[in-house]
């Protein structure tokens, strides 16, 4: 409940954030982690780094969500395969 208390948090807190909402609503949902790199935005002096998001299953098929990035960002390579992650419906 931090960062909704203190309105502040990290790609990690953001996405159990909007998952939780998201499993709250019945709709699949699991969190991923990987790297987060800086393709197609502005360099800030900042390398790319390990990042969180969430991914929902929606329409047959899973879609790649981020609550921290507030447009969508290329160039994700996750950590563990999407297919080894469990599913929670």
């Not at 197609?40 to 098929?61: A, H, Q, R, T």
Request: aromatic share 10%; proline share 7%; net charge positive.
């Amino acid at each position: 409940m931090t960062p909704i208390c203190k309105k502040k948090g990290v790609c990690r807190d953001f996405a159990h954030l909007a998952l939780t909402l998201c499993r709250c609503m019945n709709i699949p949902a699991r969190y991923v982690t990987g790297y987060m790199g800086d393709i197609g935005i502005p360099l800030d002096g900042s390398p790319m780094d390990f990042s969180g998001w969430f991914e929902v299953y929606l329409s047959g098929k899973w879609h790649t969500c981020d609550a921290r990035h507030n447009k969508q960002r290329i160039g994700r390579i996750m950590m563990v395969p999407a297919a080894t992650l469990p599913t929670w419906r």
